[in-house]
């Protein structure tokens, strides 16, 4: 039996909204899905709630005002909060982000998402509605 866990997109105005929704469709309220990009795909990998067997899809209803919210202002704002604490090695590749991220270019929050939602489930289990 496949289990659908509902995102709801109109509850998303930046990335903490986004890990509270998703951590309360999977384990109900107040639940936990991962604080982070890679706690995000982590938990996806299973044993965080979804089925071990990897049966379940994720239904991102109005996701057009997540990908608004986790747009280019959010993965800017993310970006800052994150550069003081970046390797050294990393610092040069980050600040190229931001800059194109505070220009309203480049990838996204949503899309970045949207991507190890993908990558860790496999094709079919998220569903953009």
């Known amino acids: 039996m496949t289990v659908t866990y509902v995102i709801d997109g109109s509850r998303i105005t930046g990335l903490d909204s986004f890990f509270d929704a998703i951590g309360e469709a999977v384990n109900g309220p107040g639940g936990y899905f991962g604080r982070s990009l890679d706690a995000l795909a982590d938990c996806l990998g299973g044993g965080f709630g979804t ?76 569903r953009l509605m």
């Open 51 to 126: 089925p071990e067997d990897g049966s379940f899809v994720i239904e991102w209803r109005d996701h057009a005002s997540s990908a608004r919210a986790l747009g280019h202002e959010e993965t800017a704002r993310r970006l800052e909060r994150l550069l003081p604490r970046v390797h050294p090695t990393n610092r040069a590749r980050v600040e190229r982000e931001l800059a194109e991220a505070r220009a309203g270019r480049g990838p996204t929050l949503f899309g970045r998402l949207v991507e190890i939602i993908t990558d860790r489930t496999g094709p079919g289990t998220l």
